[in-house]
């Protein structure tokens, strides 16, 4: 990964991303020409926002489950020399009344915790994702537990519309998708609903005349489709980078876990057991981007947020991470 347009400071950079399913580490030495070089990557299903929608409260057991993920990361963090460590929480944590209580756990395990806004959200994820696709006028989409960005920019140009919508995985799911296994009507209900809170910025996007090359996806929704077509035992970041999928298989993969029940999504390959509650309705969040769009397929990115955290925080003369 590289920006050549800009000017970096040269370093050892870690991020973390504190999504509301997710935590993940990256790793990466960056020299002044932007250049990226992987060191290491983590990552830890946490269930951050387990509740949130209803409560508007982080649990205090989801805190202390993201405090031993994040304990760990800093180790992996310390054994690798002088690194600057940028950690950032998304959705969750931006929802949630006790978010200050949260910042302060984690002060105790030696991070520095930036909860960031939709806005900022969207903007990292754009930086990330559209780096390999010089030029091209993009839709990228990251579907996170909680919210789901959605950003039309040229790559290498930035953002020109972006959206953070209250609209993730674990949100619809603990809306929506109750039984186990579910019902076609709690299905149909969570797919009206999503496509309610996307349809106006869609249209709206279509008569800016926003028409992009390509749609990106990031995260793990769109990552898992790809792992699971694939039936991959282990999973392989660099089978996954740049994969097309169609929306034929993004189809096929939903009609699979829809009709499973909890226990049975566990055992499919593929599928980390600790996604498969809250996966379905990713899928679903995907296909109606799709049907809103009129997209046919779309690319996976293994580069993200993570990575635009980190070109935040090795540019010179850029603002903080929180935007401010």
């Not at 950079?13 to 999504?19: F, K, V």
């Not at 951050?48 to 990361?73: H, I, N, Y």
């Not at 140009?157 to 603990?174: A, D, L, Q």
């Not at 997209?295 to 003369?317: C, N, P, Q, W, Y």
């Amino acid at each position: 990964m590289e920006h050549s347009a800009w000017q970096f400071q040269p370093g050892r950079y870690a991020a973390i991303d504190i999504g509301t399913v997710t935590c993940r580490l990256f790793v990466a030495d960056v020299d002044k020409a932007g250049h990226f070089t992987e060191v290491v990557r983590e990552r830890a299903i946490t269930n951050l926002g387990e509740g949130v929608d209803a409560t508007g409260l982080l649990k205090p057991e989801a805190m202390q489950r993201v405090a031993q993920a994040v304990r760990g990361f800093m180790q992996t963090v310390h054994s690798l020399g002088k690194v600057k460590v940028t950690a950032t929480a998304t959705s969750a944590a931006r929802d949630a009344a006790n978010g200050e209580d949260f910042i302060a756990l984690l002060k105790n395990e030696g991070v520095a915790l930036h909860i960031i806004p939709g806005e900022r959200e969207a903007a990292l994820s754009f930086a990330g994702a559209s780096c390999d696709f010089s030029g091209e006028d993009l839709m990228v989409v990251d579907v996170g537990g909680g919210s789901t960005e959605v950003v039309f920019g040229t790559a290498g140009e930035g953002p020109v519309k972006f959206h953070s919508f209250n609209v993730g995985c674990r949100r619809v799911t603990e809306k929506f998708l109750h039984s186990d296994p579910y019902t076609e009507e709690g299905l149909e209900e969570a797919r009206a609903w999503i496509r309610h809170e996307f349809e106006a910025f869609f249209a709206k996007a279509q008569q800016e005349g926003l028409r992009p090359q390509r749609m990106v996806a990031v995260a793990g929704t769109a990552t898992t489709v790809v792992s699971m077509h694939e039936a991959m035992e282990a999973y392989d970041p660099k089978r996954v980078h740049g994969y097309v999928v169609s929306r034929k298989v993004l189809d096929n993969t939903f009609d699979t876990l829809s009709k499973l029940p909890l226990a049975e999504r566990k055992r499919l390959i593929g599928l980390d057991p600790g996604r498969a509650p809250v996966i379905t309705a990713g899928m679903i969040i995907l296909q109606e981007i799709m049907n809103l769009s009129g997209k046919t397929e779309f690319t996976v990115s293994e580069t993200d947020i993570l990575h635009g955290i980190i070109f935040a925080a090795a540019r010179k003369g850029s603002e903080n991470i929180s935007g401010t």
